[in-house]
């Protein structure tokens, strides 16, 4: 099969999509790309603040976001500007420096509070990660050992709020104790990196994308469900559905008032979605996927008369007593631009009721108005954001949950998964979850040529040996 005959339908206009739909484009193939909203994105988020191109996420692009910034090069001469983390934790109301080019005394600092044994465990599960970059993904080999405990239950309670909830909080929404600690590995790779954000909006590389000649983007197009072609009569029943080198449909994909079929289909959705397309049709696939968790989050990025910020401490994160998680500037010289994340606990508890923006940013000032510049500031313009189901806490048994996924996708040639519930939550992951979707998906059509990567290890089963 060549990938120039052969098109490929991508599920999922988010990130996951995107990079699905790039690789797919390296390899050759051409792509339908569905997404349910107005435009490409996803959590991104990409809206308009004050006549300006605001991100209501993934604006932090890491160092080690290797495969990320791939993809913004082919697509543009993307221009960085160092970003760091100059925060701070509130820790029982003081403020708590933390300087990412200087982690060393920073981590000090924050780890007084806690004990000798915290240091050790997090210094060895540090080391795992910088040595071996698989040990960032969220079934992290040798912390798997520790598998149904929960990342709480590996540290002291001091040292798990000073540290450890800064990270669960930022990448998950939520709790140390809501998360496994096979995941740990993802938030240690973050804990590691150093950021920088673009100078250029993202939605250029994004509008660049979207203008390949072999993609066609289907927006406000939502697919109800995934269905297997013989099942809808589109292949006679007495015909194989695992076979090489035949270009009939596999699946078939139900839209409003339409029917779409294809040989071959890459999932993207978050694990919820996922579970709704594929239910019908595959039940052993939506099974391991009701297991993934998504935690709510609601982000306000406003806009005031004066910077709230100093160059010194330009975020905060707060604690499990508040529902305000943490406070950021927008930009490094953005000072007067602020980004409010609600996630937590507290914070979904709030967010279960039925609040109006003005509430949320009056809940937000509140919270932040002791340690930052908000007096005598008013708020000139704001916008909100809200996600019921909006980050990803990924599972509570990750080995079983990923060898009962790969189990179950292996018997279905032509079908690939890949979404922020694989690798970890950070755009860098999502990109790698879909470039071994791509690289799995060529190599089920005897196509791995096209893509030019050594057919990978399943990267559903590799927890195995620990289940």
Not at 143 to 168: C, D, N, W, Y
Not at 183 to 208: A, V
Not at 235 to 261: M, N, Q, W, Y
Not at 310 to 333: M, Q, V, W
Request: charged share 20%; hydrophobic share 35%.
């Amino acid at each position: 099969m060549t990938g120039k005959n052969h098109r490929v339908a991508v599920i999922g206009g988010g990130v996951s999509g995107i990079a699905a739909a790039h690789y797919l484009l390296q390899a050759g193939y051409q792509v339908d790309l569905y997404e349910a909203s107005n435009r490409l994105g996803g959590r991104v988020s990409i809206g308009n603040l004050s006549g300006e191109e605001v991100c209501f996420g993934g604006k932090n692009i890491g160092y080690d976001y290797i495969e990320f910034r791939k993809f913004l090069a082919c697509y543009g001469k993307p221009e960085y500007e160092y970003f760091g983390i100059n925060s701070a934790r509130l820790i029982r109301g003081v403020l708590t420096p933390y300087n990412s080019q200087n982690k060393l005394k920073s981590l000090w600092t924050l780890w007084r509070s806690g004990k000798l044994s915290d240091l050790i465990r997090l210094r060895k599960f540090v080391t795992l990660v910088r040595n071996n970059r698989n040990f960032g993904d969220t079934n992290c080999g040798e912390i798997s050992r520790h598998k149904g405990r929960s990342v709480a239950e590996m540290f002291s309670p001091s040292f798990t709020q000073s540290i450890i909830r800064a990270l669960t909080i930022r990448m998950n929404g939520a709790e140390p104790k809501e998360i496994s600690v096979e995941n740990f590995g993802t938030h240690l790779q973050m804990l590691q990196d150093e950021y920088e954000q673009l100078k250029s909006p993202i939605s250029e590389f994004f509008r660049r994308f979207q203008c390949h000649p072999s993609l066609r983007v289907f927006l406000n197009t939502p697919i109800q469900n995934i269905e297997d072609a013989r099942a809808v009569g589109r292949v006679p029943e007495d015909e194989p559905i695992r076979h090489k080198g035949s270009k009939a449909a596999r699946f078939v994909l139900r839209l409003e008032g339409e029917t779409k079929a294809y040989q071959s289909v890459i999932v993207c959705l978050p694990a919820h979605g996922a579970k709704r397309c594929l239910q019908r049709s595959y039940p052993q696939l939506a099974i391991p996927l009701s297991a993934v968790r998504y935690f709510p989050v609601a982000v306000i990025i406003a806009d005031y008369a004066q910077d709230v910020f100093k160059p010194e401490i330009r975020a905060c994160t707060f604690g499990p007593e508040n529902s305000l998680s943490n406070i950021g500037a927008y930009g490094l010289t953005a000072l007067n631009r602020v980004r409010y994340t609600f996630s937590g606990e507290e914070a979904a508890e709030l967010l279960l009721e039925a609040l109006d923006d003005d509430y949320l940013l009056t809940a937000a000032e509140a919270q932040a108005r002791p340690y930052f510049n908000l007096d005598n500031n008013p708020c000139t313009s704001y916008k909100v954001r809200y996600w019921e189901k909006g980050l990803c806490a990924y599972t509570k048994n990750e080995a079983a949950f990923q060898t009962e996924l790969g189990l179950a996708l292996n018997e279905i040639a032509g079908l690939e998964l890949a979404g922020d519930y694989q690798k970890g939550a950070s755009i860098e992951n999502c990109f790698r979850a879909a470039k071994h979707a791509v690289a799995r998906l060529c190599q089920s059509e005897n196509d791995s040529d096209a893509f030019n990567l050594s057919p990978p290890k399943s990267i559903y089963l590799k927890g195995a040996a620990h289940v």
